[in-house]
C-alpha cells in the first residue's frame, strides 16, 4: 500500500485518485475503440459527450451507495465526512448506477439505443473495474477478512486494516476481483467470436450476471464491511439484486431478438 505518491507543499498527491482517474481513462479509451471500430457512424462522439456525465453520475452514485448502504452508521454519526470522496468509500456498483442514470438521460435525449451504447462500453467497464481495485489496495481501503493461515496479505500499520485485525494475514479479496474482471473481459471475447452472434444487450446482461454472481462470493472474504440479514453485506444484496435484474433483461433480448450487438464479430 502507498496512500500518496508525493506532496506539493501542503497537498498530497493520492494514490487513490490518480489511480482511479487512470482507470477511468483506459475504460474511456478501450470504449471509444469499440465505439469506432464496431458501432454506428458518430456513437464515438457520443460517447466523448457521453464520458463526462458518466463520471460525474458515477462519483455521485459511488459515495451515495457507500454512504447510505454500505456503511450508513459511521457516516450518520460523522456526517461532515460525507462529501470527503478524498479519503476513499467510492462502491464500483453504486458508481455503474449512477453512470448508468447520467447515460440513460442522455440517450433517452438524443433517441439513442440503450443496449447499443451499453455493449460497447461493457468492456471498458470491466478493464475500468479491475484497475480501480488497484486504488483501493493502494490506499488501503478494502481489505479481507483474517485467513487464519500462513497466507494472505500483511497490511501496514497505519491502515484501518491492520488497526481492525492486526498483526493477522487478510484474504486478498480486492485483488482476486481485480484478476477476475479481466478474465471476465477475456471470456466475453471469446462468447463473441459465435457466428451466429448475440442479440443486441448480450454483453451488458453478461456482465450484470457474471461479474455480480462473482462479486457476491468474494465478498464473503471481505472484513470492511458490516453484515445484516443472513450475514450479507450490502455489495451481496447490490449483486443479487443486479443478477435479478440481468436475468430479466436477458430473457428480454432474447424473446425479442432485436439485432446483434456491436462487438460481435
Partial sequence: MHSYWFWIGSFPVRSYSTVFALAFLLGLGITLYFAKTKGN???????????????????????????FFFDWSYYAAHPNQIIMVWHGGLSIQGGIVGALIAGIIYIWRKGLSFFHFVDIGT????????????????????????????????????TLARQEYGNQ????????????DIVLVVL????????????????????LIAYNICRFFLEMLRGDSPRGVFGW?????????????????GIWIFVKQDRKTPLGI
Avoid at 147 to 154: D, E, I
Avoid at 169 to 180: G, K, M, T
Fill in 41 to 67: 457512424e458518430g456513437d464515438a462522439e457520443h460517447w466523448w459527450s457521453l464520458a463526462p456525465f458518466c463520471l460525474i453520475g458515477g462519483i455521485l452514485g459511488a459515495r451515495f451507495w457507500q454512504v
Fill in 123 to 158: 468492456p471498458g467497464i470491466l478493464i475500468g473495474q479491475s484497475i480501480g481495485r488497484d486504488a483501493d489496495f493502494m490506499n488501503g481501503s478494502a481489505y479481507g477478512a483474517p485467513t487464519h493461515q500462513n497466507f494472505g496479505v500483511l497490511f501496514p500499520s497505519d
Fill in 169 to 180: 494475514p487478510l484474504w486478498p479479496s480486492v485483488i482476486w476481483e481485480a484478476q477476475v
Fill in 188 to 207: 466475453l471475447f471469446i462468447l463473441l467470436q459465435r457466428k451466429k452472434g448475440w442479440p443486441r444487450g448480450f454483453a451488458f446482461v453478461y456482465y
Fill in 233 to 249: 453485506d450490502a455489495a451481496q444484496w447490490t449483486s443479487l439484486a443486479s443478477v435479478l435484474v440481468g436475468i430479466l433483461l
